[in-house]
């Protein structure tokens, strides 16, 4: 709804409207969840777009563009100029390093010890259940690659030229009272800019689907 024009169709709808259907559809897939068999739904969409490689995956990219994309550093001092203190430094490794390590390492093991799903060890889920599990995970899971991808292409210039203007956040006019005075000039849009969308980058895209 935030990253919508507010006069298009779908962004002229009123928050509570939209609440509504998301509600609505998930009541409607819910409810298979609470039949006889529901237990066998439940515990595929657990598996496969809940838990395990599906959570790895969005928490490594979040990282990464965190420290390395939009940076640790700068991160730190949105973060100190929210809570009144600077973080330990201890949190920026964690950013950089040990969380992206960490779940690397596991998602890898996660998929070199792939067994096919089961339930209580007697039940085993048939192939076109397991592809309705997998189509569950890589909904999620291709958003962040696809939506780099159609970024890329939509822009002008180089690659380089094209992941350089991706990867630089713009904060718009309504953030000025976060940011220091030596900041604004190098972080604000001009003034005579019209653009409605104030930060649009690839670092954004990654932390809105991967949950932000």
Same mark, same amino acid.
């Not at 600077?86 to 093991?109: D, E, H, N, R």
């Not at 220091?180 to 000039?185: I, L, M, V």
């Not at 190098?186 to 930060?199: D, G, Q, V």
């Given at each position: ?122 039940? @085993?889920? #048939?192939? $076109? &259940? ?5 189509? %569950? /995970?890589?909904? !999620? ?25 991706? @990867?630089? #956040?713009? $904060? &718009? ?5 976060? %940011? /220091?005075?030596? !900041? ?29």
């Amino acid at each position: 709804m935030d990253m919508l024009p507010p006069k298009s169709a779908i962004g002229s709808l009123r928050r509570e409207v939209v609440a509504a259907i998301c509600c609505m559809i998930c009541f409607l897939i819910d409810m298979s969840m609470v039949t006889e068999g529901g237990m066998y739904v439940f515990q595929l969409f657990d598996y496969y777009s809940a838990s395990g490689i599906t959570l790895l995956w969005q928490a490594f990219w979040e990282c990464v563009v965190i420290a390395w994309v939009y940076g640790a550093d700068r991160f730190m001092d949105d973060v100190a100029r929210m809570i009144g203190y600077q973080p330990l430094p201890y949190m920026k490794w964690c950013w950089s390093y040990i969380t992206p390590f960490v779940c690397v390492g596991v998602f890898l093991f996660h998929v070199v010890n792939y067994k096919p799903l089961t339930y209580n060890t007697v039940y @085993t889920y #048939p192939i $076109w &259940g397991e592809a309705v599990g997998w189509a %569950l /995970a890589l909904s !999620s899971m291709l958003c962040i690659p696809l939506t780099v991808l159609y970024k890329l292409l939509r822009c002008k210039g180089s690659l380089r030229e094209r992941w350089q203007h991706l @990867t630089t #956040p713009v $904060w &718009g006019r309504h953030h000025l009272e976060y %940011l /220091a005075p030596e !900041s604004e000039a190098k972080l604000l849009p001009a003034a005579e800019t019209k653009s409605t969308l104030l930060f649009e980058s690839v670092c954004e895209s990654v932390l809105f689907f991967g949950g932000g």
